[in-house]
């Protein structure tokens, strides 16, 4: 009886202890479950919203459900009160409906007002509808229907609406506004006047404390100076300066600069452009590219660098110019004497069907409308090539109207791959007509190393001569007569014997290896071979036209010798074959030529 006793008592202990932990087990989900609820997210508790004050308060039986208040009327929820001239109350349900007057005050910095108001205290959405406004602080927002919502503390209108702050005013179809974070978004028919620009746009987001607009939609910003187009971006309307991206495009003033990342000051006028920059000039038909891009607008100077590259567009041939650096400056802005400056430096190529060249450094100025070539210049015009220590291409209508080689200058025309007309001298001034050079004129200490011709384009032979001045003419750019002042001396050596140390001129060079073949190509850059420099031009020995009297060959393989002041190609080259080694007189055969 006694074992039964305590098998009994342990029995009701353990029960009892299975109760307990059961019981703890249930308190703990319940806890768990109220904290969390099924979404996971913290739930606010509920609170009614409170009649303060009306006039009146009576039933109407045709609203059943709800107290008619009438006469300065006021309701709480929480800290929020709300006033209006009447009421529809619903107590059960915690709402109101609100008619003429109505006004909501939360706190001392947002105030909603309109002529009709549903307000739901379980979902704390306030419907304002009618002559609707919502001020906060410096911002004032304008619409015939907003819903505002208390527990995201958010208004929204769809119906049309005005934001206004002390900066700026946005119009939009769709809008919403957050009183705690400023920011505001807007939808459709986006509209932003400032005093400075107006921004149009599909979409926008825009914040009233920092005065910062967002741009995520097609967006277009205008002034009577500039315009700009972004895709995304940001534009601080008050400090003036925005950051752009996707291919974004500043223009000003017949000028554009793109670039798949753009910065803006507006006060200051200045663009930066990053990434596949093209800074493109409508008016004057040309543009600059490279990977970084700058540009002043006040001043007017622009630079691009990084695969930078410069083109004129404004002739039916495009002139593609390559350099590490491009530059644009404008100087004596706002007057009559106001001129530009195209500068390129280092690694310096260009290209267009009738000319190319290369060169350290370059400078175009439009006050003379020169092009000038620095530092081991070359400049190709067909099968011409021209180089000195300096070249000066003065430009009519983008296109060459005379060139000027300054110091050790040199002309080489090739007419195969191993015979070519050189001229060298001081200087030289060579005459363009239809982009073809016409006239050459070569100044102090002139050699030359010839090849004339006869009417069929057949060989003559070689002629070597020096003097103090010569003009070439050409025709087809191919050289028609060269004319020596004061009388010159020289030897035309037939073609069949000359002398392999003639051949060349002593500071012959041939940098056709280095010529721009496309405009693709003058992004290639190529040293110099070893030797291929610029040589000094000095005057050597020159055979005498009585040196053949010492000479010990035959006759008619002895060079024949020229004392001239013209050097024509003769109509009759039985006058110069080899064989009768005779001396060409250039005085009967001029006269020859014009009886023929």
């Not at 393989?557 to 074959?577: E, G, I, Y």
Request: aromatic letters at 12%; charged letters at 25%.
């Amino acid at each position: 009886m006694t074992d039964n006793k305590k098998r009994t008592s342990g029995n009701r202990h353990r029960i009892l202890l299975i109760g307990v932990l059961c019981l703890f087990g249930f308190c703990l989900l319940a806890q768990t479950t109220r904290k969390t609820g099924q979404t996971g997210a913290k739930q606010p508790p509920k609170s009614k919203v409170y009649l303060l004050h009306s006039d009146v308060l009576r039933k109407d039986a045709r609203i059943p459900d709800a107290q008619v208040v009438v006469g300065n009327v006021v309701f709480r929820h929480d800290s929020v009160y709300m006033y209006c001239d009447s009421a529809y109350y619903y107590d059960q349900i915690s709402s109101f409906e609100a008619f003429s007057n109505v006004r909501m005050e939360q706190g001392d910095t947002l105030f909603l007002y309109g002529d009709h108001l549903f307000y739901d205290g379980n979902t704390q959405i306030a419907e304002m509808r009618e002559n609707v406004r919502m001020e906060n602080r410096n911002t004032t927002l304008l619409t015939d229907s907003l819903n505002y919502d208390r527990l995201f503390n958010l208004g929204y209108y769809f119906d049309g609406g005005t934001l206004m702050d002390e900066e700026n005013v946005l119009t939009s179809d769709w809008g919403e506004y957050n009183p705690s974070t400023k920011q505001a978004v807007f939808n459709y028919n986006v509209k932003l006047v400032n005093a400075s620009f107006t921004l149009t746009s599909d979409t926008l987001q825009y914040n009233t404390a920092s005065k910062v607009a967002d741009i995520v939609g097609p967006s277009d910003i205008v002034s009577d100076a500039h315009h700009i187009y972004s895709e995304q971006g940001t534009y601080d309307t008050q400090a003036g300066w925005a950051w752009l991206y996707q291919r974004s495009v500043l223009s000003s003033g017949g000028r554009q600069l793109t670039g798949d990342t753009l910065f803006y000051d507006r006060d200051r006028g200045v663009g930066e452009a990053f990434t596949d920059v093209v800074l493109t000039d409508t008016v004057n038909k040309n543009l600059m590219k490279g990977e970084y891009g700058y540009y002043d607008e006040h001043r007017k100077y622009a630079f691009a660098t990084r695969n930078a590259l410069a083109v004129d567009y404004s002739q039916g041939d495009s002139l593609f110019l390559h350099g590490d650096t491009l530059m644009l400056e404008t100087f004596h802005l706002a007057t009559d004497s106001m001129y530009r400056e195209m500068r390129a430096f280092h690694k310096v190529r260009f290209y267009r069907t009738d000319v190319q060249g290369v060169s350290d450094s370059l400078v175009f100025s439009t006050a003379d409308s020169c092009l000038t070539l620095y530092h081991d210049p070359v400049v190709w015009n067909g099968n011409q090539q021209l180089l000195g220590e300096r070249i000066l291409l003065y430009m009519n209508d983008s296109t060459i109207d005379w060139a000027h080689i300054i110091n050790q200058a040199l002309s080489v025309e090739e007419i195969d791959s191993t015979m070519y007309n050189q001229v060298t001298g001081k200087e030289m001034k060579a005459y363009f007509r239809d982009g073809q050079m016409h006239k050459t004129e070569v100044i102090g200490s002139v050699r030359v190393v010839y090849y004339p011709m006869d009417s069929d384009s057949t060989l003559i032979g070689m002629n070597v001569s020096e003097t103090s001045q010569l003009d070439i003419y050409l025709e087809n750019q191919k050289i028609e007569k060269m004319v020596m002042f004061p009388k010159s001396t020289g030897t035309l050596y037939p073609l069949f014997q000359i002398p392999q140390d003639k051949k060349k001129l002593g500071n012959f060079v041939w940098f056709d290896y280095l010529r721009p073949r496309s405009k693709a190509d003058v992004f290639r850059w190529e040293d110099k071979k070893a030797g291929d420099v610029l040589k000094k031009n000095v005057r050597g020995p020159i055979e005498l036209p009585n040196q053949h009297l010492f000479d010990k060959r035959p006759a008619q393989n002895r060079p024949v010798a020229l004392d001239s002041m013209s050097v024509p190609v003769p109509a009759d080259t039985t006058a110069l074959v080899p064989d009768t080694a005779r001396v060409a007189d250039p005085q009967s055969i001029n006269e020859k030529k014009k009886e023929e």
